[in-house]
Every structure is written in structure tokens, then in C-alpha cells.
């Protein structure tokens, strides 16, 4: 019996120094398709009437949404994007768009600036539907428009 539980355990031993082999691969969430190792997305579930998402970015345009795929289980819900770098701005029009090709884009309502750091949009949530859209923002010192697109997932159970 002793010997069934060594045998178990070196098993899991193994299995467990593969994983975190597999976890430092040290592409910082990038991931390499030519391994396998898929890139990291973040997700976060809004099921109030209030979303919040971060957005960093970078002199080189690097955006960053966070979470970056949100699920909203409420209807008439309010997303607020929040700008945490003050050297990028939103743009007075455009900010955030929802891309043409999903019908989501459609029925968003009250989609504005509110300052040149936050940007909200009321999602309606009138059925079950999967949404790209893009968040724009500003560089202030080179008036360079730098774009990433997440995306939102409606009525998640």
C-alpha cells in the first residue's frame, strides 16, 4: 500500500513540475502559439448596475483594458471606463465604439465622455449576444490615437 501512495505521489510531483514549468515560460501572459501556450486574458463578471474597467496605457500605444472581457448579467447596466495614466485622454468623440458587425452597437444608449479620463456607456442588455468594441484614447504630448478592442459577453447566467 505504502508503495501505491509513492507511486501517486511522484506522479502528482511530476505532473505539478510541469505545470509550473508550463506557468514560467516567462512570456509574461503573452503567450507562444509555437508552444502552445495560449496568451492570458483577464474576465470579470458585472452582475450590479455599475461596471468599472481600468485602462492603462503606455508612450508606445500598449492599451490595456481590465478586466478585458467583461460578462454583465443585469440589464440597463453602466460601463465606466477609467483612464489611470494622465499622460493619455479620451477623445471627445469615439472613445469607446462598439464595433459595426455585432448588433449590440445598435441599442447602446447615453454612450459619452464624461471627462477627458472616463468614458461610460449604458448597456441595454436586451438579449444574449457576444460584442467587440474599441477603447480609443489620446497621447497629450504626441496626439498619437491608440486603439484596443475587448470585448463584453451579455446575459451571462
Known amino acids: 500500500m505504502r508503495k501505491a501512495w509513492i507511486a501517486v505521489a511522484a506522479a502528482l510531483a511530476a505532473t505539478l513540475g510541469t505545470c509550473a514549468w ?3 515560460d516567462g512570456d509574461d501572459g503573452k503567450g507562444n502559439p509555437r508552444l502552445g501556450i495560449p496568451q492570458k486574458v483577464t474576465a470579470g463578471k458585472c452582475d ?3 461596471c468599472r474597467l481600468r485602462v492603462q496605457a503606455a508612450g508606445n500605444c500598449k492599451i490595456t483594458v481590465d478586466p478585458e ?3 454583465i ?3 440597463s447596466v453602466q460601463i465606466v471606463w477609467e483612464l489611470q495614466n494622465n499622460d493619455f485622454v479620451f ?3 469615439g472613445g469607446v465604439t462598439f464595433k459595426p458587425r455585432y448588433p449590440m452597437g445598435d441599442r447602446e444608449i447615453d454612450s459619452r465622455r464624461v471627462d477627458e479620463r472616463t468614458w461610460q456607456v449604458r448597456d441595454n ?3 444574449a449576444e457576444v460584442a467587440r ?3 480609443t484614447v489620446v497621447n497629450r504630448k504626441t496626439q498619437e490615437s ?3 478592442d475587448p470585448g463584453v459577453v451579455n446575459d451571462w447566467p
Open 73 to 75: 448579467t443585469g440589464q
Open 48 to 50: 450590479g448596475t455599475l
Open 146 to 148: 491608440c486603439t484596443v
Open 69 to 71: 472581457w467583461i460578462f
Open 91 to 93: 477623445p471627445e468623440v
Open 133 to 135: 468594441y474599441n477603447v
Open 22 to 24: 508550463a506557468d514560467k
Open 125 to 127: 442588455n436586451f438579449q
